[in-house]
């Protein structure tokens, strides 16, 4: 019993992508192998700033779960739950909530970049203020030894010690157990307009779900290096998407590297590489297109899969959450 | 099934003394003949200030308990209930914090003068700037129509009615119900030295498991009017803590006002009147008390019947719990 227990999970405010595969889903396949993983789908984290649109969360679960399955993501070695049918959570941010002073979380500089990008100002909801407190119950609860997050989430994982750290301290015994970040190796992928971001909201996605046609428009449109006029030209490889998604999906990594120096001495056309890229990204996505079709015609199993992950989720968050009550002194009922 | 229900509670950070007699406990006695009543022991608002002195909270649940049944309050009538126990509260305050601004709980006049009064500035809990939030959970989770509060808690019924009135209006059909505040007739009960409130931090109480050595050393010290100098001379009525505790406390109102009237015209002695006070606080604690210390002496039987009450509790709050999510569409496992 020596496999170290993992956190991570997604709010479900849209359909996963392309981004999402290398960030994060290519990643859990590989650790559901060597750790004991939970992946929570954070429809409470999704309300957060989302109060007045829970259709979004709703519909969205059973699409995150398609996309999760779809990617190879199996429930038998991964035990995937949903947040809100979890109630140890909500109980235990409530008790972390008394720990924590609204200075400490309007001083967390994730919280304060998020408020700035989303624009709350002065109607910031207080669940969103608290949310790194919901979010360290969640790791918490689990007993997650290791979290993977972007770099920009280090200071969430320091403020979820700080609880763990002060909540011990006023427990007989320590029963909370402090994280590690697992920072990504590879970097974020660029959407395919060239942005830094694949977004949803920018509109230059690749969903897990695309079909064909829709590949294959977004490879033709996809930025390459827009000074590369003529195929015996030179090109640029650094900023260009083709070559950051041949870096990120191809297979053959000495044919991608072949082909980038062709590409800078010139003599291969866009053309050329992205058909490549096509090629590559169809095969990626068609069987996870035909297993997310799949699973999406029979939302009911999908949604009691989720229940039987949730259930078992449920056995752990609830037993830690008893530990606590014990040490506090709360009535166990 | 017309019968109102009503929501009302304490914070168990010490024994109940006359001051809650006479504010509360009284009038749930009553109040219990024709209402559905429920009776919250709030546990996790007590952390809110106490979060790193939880034994406080823990010992004195069955201080409360033991004195909710010593004053009259029965079980049979009066569903009583321990917060923490009730995980659909702590997911209530969860949803409800997201469609609460910040600026909205910096605004409610109760919360700016606790903050103030309690000298928090900038270690303000983040559970504590949430609890009128928390606070509606539990109003709504029980769906109670009339809330016994002081007018200085004016705010917080406001507060969960604007909460209902949202909610509600993201849901198909209304599930929650809104609230009135049901605003106490007698005014508050001074302390023995004649300070405005009967607190224990001012050591001015006197509980309902005070000894008749304390009762009577009380009354020997209560404050009266300081230039009543001889029993001739005409004494004030005003201020006069023995003339309040008469009127809160006996039972005879003809012969205190007899007794006022002689003590404003001069010739009744304080002693006289400290002894009619005596009397009368000795035989309606004597029994308390009684009652109190055969309810302290098992604890574990307390702590069953404060079971019971929450387990009926679980029922009625986890039934609004789900009706709300689903309204809301968040999946019921």
Known sequence: MNTPTILTGDRPTGPLHLGHF?????????LQQTHNQFVLIADLQGLTDNGSNPQ?????????????????????????????ALPAL???????????????????????????QKGFARSLPVGFMAYPISQAADITAFKAECVPVGDDQLPMIEQTNEIV?????????????????????????????????????LGNTLHLSA????????????????????????????????FTYLDAFHPDKDKVAAMKAH?????????????????????????????????????GELMAMLKRG???????TQETLREVKVGLGVPVF
């Open 165 to 201: 750290h002060k909540m011990n301290s006023l427990l007989p015994v320590p029963v909370l157990r402090h994280c590690k970040a697992m920072l990504s190796d590879t970097s974020r992928l660029p959407g395919i307009d060239g942005s830094a971001k694949m977004s949803k909201s």
């Open 263 to 299: 590409y800078q001495a010139g003599g291969l056309g866009d053309r050329a590489c992205k058909n490549e890229l096509e090629a590559c990204l169809q095969e990626l996505i068609a069987p996870m297109r035909e297993r997310r079709a799949m699973y999406m015609r029979d939302k």
């Open 310 to 316: 949730t259930e078992r989720a449920q056995g752990v």
């Open 56 to 84: 979004k969360i709703r519909d969205n679960i059973p699409e995150v779960l398609a996309d999760y399955l779809a990617a190879g993501i199996d429930p038998n070695l991964t035990t995937i739950c949903l947040q809100s």
């Open 22 to 30: 290398v960030g994060s889903l290519r990643q859990r396949v590989a």
């Open 211 to 242: 079909s064909e046609e829709t590949i294959h428009c977004a490879v033709s449109a996809m930025y390459t290096d827009p000074n590369h006029l003529k195929v015996s030209d030179p090109g640029e490889i650094e900023g260009n998407v083709v």
């Open 90 to 116: 909500a109980e235990l941010t409530m008790l972390y909530m008394n720990i924590v002073t609204v200075a400490r979380v309007e001083r967390n500089p994730t919280v304060k970049n998020e408020i700035a």
